[in-house]
């Protein structure tokens, strides 16, 4: 029997063969949630010009000095400057421009009264008269309430750099420099298989002996939230010419990546291993972990390729330690597992293998503290939707005693 390799030796071995995928060029609109492939610099100012950034009156600074609601400052109106409009000429001093949030500040002005600080009354709304005069209830000072053109980003300044996921503030800035197309890397294209004489799809019934294949749904789902497009091919039966044919198809496809489950463990499902050896080089790997211990991996017709166990919880968590982390590395995704230290509630049992225990985070008194989710069976995949979190008990210990701080990697954001 081959010895247990460690899961940080596997995983330094998986991903030092993975290879992150080439760029392609997107629509802005296609391009949210994706990775930029190149460092994206402003071509131009943000804000292109000063602006408003109040309703109010252009002004110069100076004419406000000393004003109050007791000792107003008297101005003349000379120009009405809407959001969209260029204005021509100079403010003088002594004048005053009703300006807009987000219109161009005109020439000479230095500062903008807000129109609550004036005598002016605009509750009537655009239908409010250009008044002749407008009196200043304050002082303001030298470029109070004006936006400086450049004072987002500066022509020549790093918006983005080459690696970054494109959200919804970086689309929105991409769009502002007038980004219409990026170069993101490519998303890998992820097959997944399943395979058993056992497993019907959610719309067959459900007849004595079968069960549904669950893992087909749960890794399309990982591999979406992974960045990856999911290829869901129908099940194969436990023969080899159907078990074959599902490969070949599979293949057809021209996949990124391969991700089967079941048929790795000893027993009955050789069939499975008899086709992985067939058409690619692939290793069998007994891993220290539980679940997972048995795992496929290797290559076939040069695509990466994981046969991950059947159980599902054993499939989630293979996934989760040594899939998603090769997966964003083919994807370009920067990529760091989230992980909290957390108090067990009660004591937790393990095999000496490194275990991953579903648990129940919750807040107290300043401490974090990690419940089972109760049955930790690798088929029981209802402890997968209660888990927050898989507490990581570290191998050659059989037991972790109510108190024990362990590491827990995070399936989801706790709503505390
Ligand atoms: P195997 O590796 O084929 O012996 O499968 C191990 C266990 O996982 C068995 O209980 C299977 O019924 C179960 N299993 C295998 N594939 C799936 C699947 N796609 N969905 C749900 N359970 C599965
Ligand atoms: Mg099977």
């Not at 019934?205 to 990982?222: Q, V, W």
């Not at 046969?307 to 054993?314: Q, Y």
């Not at 090769?326 to 995704?333: S, T």
Request: include cysteine.
């Amino acid at each position: 029997m081959q010895p247990l390799l460690n899961v940080d030796t596997a995983l330094a071995d998986i991903l030092a063969d993975m290879k992150t995928l080439p760029a392609e060029t997107v629509s802005l609109p296609e391009a949210h949630n994706r990775v930029i492939a190149e460092d994206i610099v402003s071509p131009i100012d943000l804000p292109p010009f000063d602006n408003s950034a109040m309703d109010g009156y252009a002004i110069h600074f100076e004419d406000s000095v000393d004003a109050d609601r007791a000792n107003p400052a008297n101005l003349s109106v000379a120009m009405d400057i809407l959001a969209g409009s260029a204005p021509e000429g100079r403010l003088e001093l002594g004048q005053a421009a009703r300006i807009m949030t987000g219109a161009p500040i005109p020439a000479g002005a230095t500062a903008v009264i807000p129109v609550e600080d004036t005598d002016d009354d605009w509750s009537k709304g655009e239908d409010s008269p250009l008044p002749a005069e407008v009196r200043l209830y304050r002082s303001l000072s030298c470029g109070e309430n004006i936006r400086r053109a450049g004072e987002n980003i500066e022509a020549g300044a790093t918006v983005m750099a080459a690696g970054a996921v494109i959200g919804p503030a970086e689309i929105g800035m991409l769009a502002g420099i007038g980004c219409p197309r990026v170069e993101v890397i490519r998303q890998p294209k992820v097959v997944i298989l399943s395979s058993g004489d056992e497993l019907v799809d959610i719309y067959d019934e459900l007849t004595p002996g079968k069960i549904r294949d669950t893992n087909g749904y749960t890794l399309a789902g990982l591999v979406r939230g992974a960045g990856g497009i999911p290829i869901r091919l129908p099940i194969a039966k436990d023969t080899l010419e159907s078990i074959r044919a599902l490969y070949r198809r599979a293949l057809e496809i021209n996949p990124d990546l391969l991700i089967s489950s079941a048929g790795v463990s000893v027993g009955a499902a050789d069939l499975v291993k008899t086709v992985m050896n067939e058409l690619g080089d692939i290793d069998f790997w007994r891993i220290n972990m539980r679940p997972g211990k048995p795992l496929a991996y290797g290559t076939i017709q040069g695509v990466p390729f994981f046969g991950l166990p059947g159980n599902p919880v054993s499939t989630m968590v293979t996934f989760e330690v040594l899939v998603k982390p090769a997966l964003a590395k083919i994807a370009g995704r920067p990529f760091k597992q989230q992980t909290v230290k957390a108090i067990t509630a009660g004591p937790m049992k393990s095999d000496g293998r490194r275990s991953y225990n579903r648990v129940i985070l919750s807040q107290e008194h300043g401490r974090i503290m990690a419940r089972t989710t109760g049955i930790q069976s690798s088929g029981a995949l209802m402890s997968m939707v209660k888990a927050d979190g898989l507490a990581i008990i570290p191998e050659g210990i059989t037991e972790a005693p109510a108190g024990s701080e362990l590491n827990v990697i995070l399936l989801r954001k706790p709503d505390w």
